[in-house]
């Protein structure tokens, strides 16, 4: 199993970014796809979470900023996040989830910065 989060970086406040997440090693289908992030000193949070139906959920902070979505084709899990903030630097990894199963990939930086 594979979970290959790609697209952090330096974006200046405003900024937009794109972040991809390639799975590999199990049925993407069945799986929940979500996105969390952790900053320095602080506890891992849930960013946005797509379930394999198509509902989606997002933590408060991101709402109307960031948009999860997923492509089965590629077996793919994007977050676009755009009006970023300072508050949004930190290290975002991607997971997949079912009922008895959980896998984490690695994660990118996203450091958003003047």
């Known amino acids: 199993v594979q979970l290959q989060a790609s697209g952090g970086g330096l974006v200046q406040p405003g900024g937009s970014l794109t972040l991809s997440c390639r799975a590999s090693g199990f049925t993407f289908s069945n799986y929940a796809m979500g996105w969390y992030r952790q900053a320095p000193g602080n506890q891992r949070e849930l960013v946005a979470i797509m379930f394999n139906g198509g509902t989606t959920r997002y933590a408060d902070s991101v709402k109307g900023r960031f948009t999860i979505s997923r492509d089965s084709a590629k077996n793919t899990v994007y977050l676009q996040m755009s009006s970023l903030k300072p508050e949004d630097t930190a290290v975002y990894s991607c997971?997949?989830?079912?009922?008895?199963?959980?896998?984490w990939g690695q994660g990118t930086q996203v450091t958003v910065s003047s």
């Open positions: 997971n997949a989830l079912s009922s008895n199963r959980v896998y």
